[in-house]
């Protein structure tokens, strides 16, 4: 089950990914996620991301499955 957090002063996609998913190379699947058009700008606090579960993003990233 995906989940939803809201973004705090200082966050960035890399720890997010790192703090909910383990690995900060993993930030680009919570930003796709989320429909984001240019990642590579700035996070507002309290924007609302989406996060896959630790679950889901192993299963996704073995089986080589993609939801787009």
Do not use: H
């Not at 190379?25 to 989406?50: K, N």
């Amino acid at each position: 089950d995906d989940r939803f957090f809201l973004v705090a002063s200082g966050d960035s996609w890399g720890s997010l990914a790192f703090k909910y998913l383990g690995d900060a190379r993993a930030w680009w699947i919570m930003a796709d996620l989320s429909e984001v058009i240019d990642p590579f700008t700035e996070l507002s606090p309290g924007r609302a991301i989406q996060c896959p579960s630790v679950n889901r993003f192993y299963f996704d990233l073995i089986s080589g499955e993609d939801d787009g």
